[in-house]
């Protein structure tokens, strides 16, 4: 177990609960090894790399390789701290012209100095430079790697740090009982992770000997037995996993972290969610983690004396140890495996656009290009919009008269407007229609209206019926969308996602599954798709309603910009961000303890009686309005 594997195990977790499928390839490790917990899972024969034999190396054959991947048919390769193994990932990748997404998470030049294994770094250096040019996209956990593998030559990075896990590293993990079995009364200093060279445990050494201050050491490796001999009174528990290792992590008073060659520090990273000050050397993935005076501090690298002087500050110091823990655990609030999975989505979907740039650039004898290109402004002049409640906009009352709604199209239809000498819009979504309303009244009734771009955000209220068909559903929508295209007119096409809530889990897979059927569909008519269920933003209950169905004021303006955003609408993210700021957005009362007699009952006894919401209701915009562009707001301006 290390930092890579928590990774991918908790990426495996992510992509299964989104609907996707997983083959995990890895080294066999004999007894030692275990199947991934979900998808499945190649292991290959490996041997025990010589100087470190608990690490294996897998050597496959590039044709057992490729057909290892052939058999699964991915729609994208993830390698995962290549080299050996991922080497042939990457090979296999191009011959199945499939893209492949580099992740950077181990140092392997910085590895190869500190084993002095003799003319290993420039190899290395050469081998890493020429693996990550040749993926698709390569991800860095840090700044300090970005900047390594530009130094390299390696182009189109990408920044993708790492979650945690909030829960199980928490300040309420602290244990008197576990401090007491340590050291009782001593303030402990702790240190978290492998005992192998490149961790530099060794320069722990000075804090050895501190009155009142006992030194713990968790985790096992190849060092354990000399380390013990040169770190005298420190206490070495072992490898801690799980539930034992958060209960460690968070009784330590500080914790301190010495290795110059860290991508990025996952175990920093737990610490602060633990709530525990860092000591951790400024260099390499610390240097993103580590607020110095704020939550811990940098000392300068390789200078052990500026080490033991910022551990004894904070030993020292029981009011600033305090106030750096509250700071610690508040700088990792919003860093969770769940925002960081959608985020590595979205780099596969990256890479998926580039792949075929690539063949291209190829061909002709040009350079890859860095990224695509934004979706080009088109000066669209009629839109029409098509759902149910989320677009209809129910819950967004904002500057609005009782009983009426905005919602996020109303908002797009405004920024789409400006530029515009005259801008027309109609909304015909009605709260708890369904995609047979869609196909049978909302597709005629628009295209009556001869629009030139039609939004279509429907399906949420089928998929939580009983025995609800995502696939089937999907090719109702598919045929909509193209009657739509066939009139020349763009569709901004929506996919659906659930709330964060315990409640919602039931249904994840059917919404995931039409969620990737959304892509599959933009993709193949040429539309635009706003990818809803991959925002990590959504995962704020704040953007949902009371009811933690529907969105809020501020759900439906993030819903705008991104939509914005997706059309091409030039500096729509920014737009969004300074909207956002100026807004109070708190949490309604009545979301607290009532939540299910008001809304979920009510729900469930429509349901029951056959009834819907939106029994009798007609659409808001039913013609179209005009929506005041730039040419009509100045010429009234000057009227």
């Not at 079995?181 to 320069?203: C, F, H, M, T």
């Not at 049978?440 to 628009?446: G, H, I, R, V």
């Not at 939540?595 to 939106?614: I, K, N, S």
Request: hydrophobic residues 40%.
């Amino acid at each position: 177990m290390n930092g890579v594997t928590n990774s991918v195990l908790q990426m495996i977790r992510h992509l299964e609960l989104r609907g996707h499928e997983t083959l995990v390839v890895a080294p066999d490790a004999g007894g030692a090894a275990q199947p991934a917990p979900s998808g499945r899972t190649a292991l290959l024969p490996s041997l025990p790399m010589p100087a470190y034999p608990d690490v294996r190396v897998a050597l496959p054959t590039t044709g057992r390789m490729t057909r290892v991947l052939r058999d699964f048919q991915p729609d994208v390769i993830h390698l995962a701290s290549p080299f050996a193994l991922g080497w042939k990932g990457q090979v296999a990748a191009d011959a199945l012209r499939v893209p492949s997404v580099a992740v950077y998470q181990t140092d392997v030049i910085a590895y190869a100095e500190r084993y002095g294994v003799p003319g290993a770094a420039p190899l290395a250096s050469a081998h890493v430079a020429r693996l990550h040019r040749r993926a698709t996209l390569t991800l860095a956990p840090s700044s300090a790697s970005q900047q390594q593998l530009a130094a390299l030559g390696v182009d189109r990075l990408r920044r993708w740090g790492r979650g945690v896990d909030a829960e199980r590293f928490h300040p309420e993990r602290r244990s008197e009982a576990w401090r007491s079995s340590i050291a009782p009364g001593e303030v402990l200093i702790g240190y978290v992770g492998r005992l192998a060279p490149e961790k530099q445990v060794d320069d722990l050494r000075v804090l050895c000997g501190i009155p009142g201050v006992r030194l713990v050491i968790v985790g096992d490796g190849p060092e354990r037995a000399r380390l013990e001999r040169e770190l005298p009174g420190a206490v070495f528990t072992g490898f801690l996993g799980g539930d034992q290792l958060a209960i460690a992590m968070a009784s330590v008073d500080v914790f301190v972290h010495p290795g110059e060659s860290e991508t990025f520090c996952q175990t920093v990273q737990e610490a602060l969610a633990s709530g525990v000050p860092v000591v951790a050397t400024g260099r390499g993935g610390p240097l993103d983690l580590v607020r110095s005076s704020v939550d811990g501090w940098l000392y300068r690298p390789g200078d052990l004396d500026d080490l033991r002087q910022r551990v004894l500050d904070l030993v020292g110091d029981d009011a600033k140890r305090r106030s750096f823990a509250e700071a610690a655990r508040e700088s990792v609030r919003m860093r969770t495996w769940e925002s960081l999975g959608d985020q590595l989505i979205e780099h596969y979907r990256e890479a998926e656009r580039l792949r075929p740039l690539d063949e291209a650039a190829r061909s002709r004898g040009l350079p890859r290009p860095e990224t695509v290109q934004p979706p080009q402004r088109r000066r669209w002049r009629r839109y029409v919009a098509l759902g149910d409640s989320l677009t209809e906009g129910l819950c967004d009352t904002s500057r609005m008269a009782p009983g009426e709604y905005r919602g996020w199209a109303d908002r797009l239809s405004h920024l789409l407007a400006q530029g515009v000498d005259r801008f027309e819009y109609a909304n015909l979504a009605v709260r708890s229609r369904r995609v047979r309303d869609l196909v049978s009244e909302q597709t005629p009734q628009a295209l009556s209206l001869k629009p030139d771009l039609v939004s279509v955000f429907i399906g949420s209220n089928d998929l939580a019926s009983h025995g609800a068909d995502p696939l089937r559903l999907a090719v109702h929508v598919e045929k909509a969308v193209r009657d739509i295209r066939a009139t020349g007119a763009d569709v901004l096409l929506v996919a659906p996602c659930l709330p964060a809530i315990r409640a919602a889990r039931i249904f994840a897979r059917r919404f995931a599954v039409y969620a990737a059927e959304m892509r599959r569909i933009a993709a193949a008519t040429d539309s635009y798709l706003l990818d809803v269920a991959a925002m990590p933003a959504l995962d704020d209950r704040s953007m949902f309603a009371a009811d933690l169905v529907h969105l809020s004021s501020r759900g439906h303006r993030h819903l705008a910009y991104r939509a914005a955003e997706a059309l091409g609408v030039p500096d729509a993210e920014a737009l969004g961000l300074l909207d956002d700021a100026l807004h109070e957005h708190g949490r309604d009362d009545e979301r607290r303890g009532s939540w299910f007699t008001v809304h979920a009952v009510p729900w469930m006894w429509r349901r029951m009686r056959g009834r819907t919401a939106g029994d009798g209701l007609v659409s808001k915009h039913a013609d179209v309005v005009v929506i005041p562009g730039g040419e009509t707001a100045r010429r009234r301006q000057q009227s």
